[in-house]
């Protein structure tokens, strides 16, 4: 829940007035809107927001004022989601695999795109959906990316060819799509995969209507800067392999909302070599398994930062449960003590609806700051 009472400068103004005894989640609107007008500057196409990765009403309104006119949905109720904020936004509906329930959803809020990686996902769209444009996803195996998108979904290039062959005879609009994976720190996976786009296209003999070229572009998530202009300028750059350039599409989710946040957990206790922490990664952390451990200041109650050295921890979170544990062990300063708060940044994106209620826990506070 938003606290509207108790808005503030930024996370450290408002935690040196009011103390932090539970968790508190810090959004910094200005700061959605900026990335968004970055974004929508810098690409040079359409940039649908992956709602998957913040489906938060105020998020989105940030992201929409900011100039962001379509969204990518991967389910009803995030169709309904936008809808009911948006009635007029474009919607890309590239979770490749649906049933006819949802794909008659997706119809009547009037989806303007869909993905396919498989012949009979291809044949569902084409007898429930005709005229529509589909875009076939393909896979590459590039590296760069914190794990991989394509063990789960993406045709190989030779089956990419064959279905786009069949998209284009089936009467719909045919574009191609595709995901480097999630937080992507190399450039030049992007134009890897335009350049195999290109051929892809022009082995199947078909002109796309559109290129898709996915997330996974990195935040900060709490570290240095990124500058985005490298990975636009190898998607543009690679787009030269078509004889005929098509529209542009990205739906970008973590680099739109992850720096837009920081999260104020309280310590709750210390051992010899442990902390407990009152969240975890059945709440909000709970991309630490996978992604690591976002960076991170202790602080004193009232907010001064802890000075100490460096003390490897393992750190728990709030459960019954042991593996609700933060990964490896966690440098935290030998001077902090129970009540402190561990404020971790870049926290915006994959926490709201991921995060469980897993023995009670795993709810905050959020409260809005100018700057973080």
Known sequence: MLDHTRMAADPLDWMSRHG??????????????????????????MVTYAVKANPDEAVLRALAAGGVTGFDVASPEEIALVRRLFPRAALHYNNPVRSPAEIAAGLAAGVASWSVDEA????????????????????LPVAGAAYNFGEKFGATPDEAIGLLAR???????????????????DPSAWA???????????????????????????????????????YFTAIHAALSAFPI????????????????????VPVKALRPGRAYLADGIYGALSEAPSMGVPRFSVHAPGGAARQGAARPT????????????????????VDTAPGDVMLFRGMGAYVTGVSTRFNGYGDWRTVSVASL
Not at 202 to 227: C, E, H
Not at 314 to 333: E, H, I
């Open 167 to 185: 998209v284009a005879a089936r009467g719909l609009t045919p574009a191609l799509t595709f995901h480097v994976g999630t937080q992507c720190t």
């Open 314 to 333: 393992a750190v728990f979170g709030p459960t019954c449960d042991s593996l609700d544990r933060l990964p490896g062990l966690v440098p935290l300063p």
């Open 20 to 45: 932090v005894d539970a968790p508190v989640h810090f959004r910094a609107e200005a700061v959605l809107v900026a990335q968004a007008k970055a974004f929508v500057r810098g690409f040079g196409g």
């Open 120 to 139: 009979g996902e291809l044949e569902k769209l084409a007898r429930l959906a005709p005229g529509t444009e589909v875009a076939v996803r393909f896979k």
């Open 245 to 264: 350039c098509p529209a542009l599409v990205c739906e970008p989710g973590r680099a739109l909302v992850a720096d837009a946040f920081a999260h104020a």
């Open 192 to 230: 890897s995969y335009v350049t195999e786009a290109a051929r892809i296209a022009a082995v199947a003999g078909v002109t796309i209507a559109r290129l898709n070229v996915g997330g996974g572009f990195p935040s900060a998530r709490g570290g240095v800067a990124i500058d985005l202009k490298p």
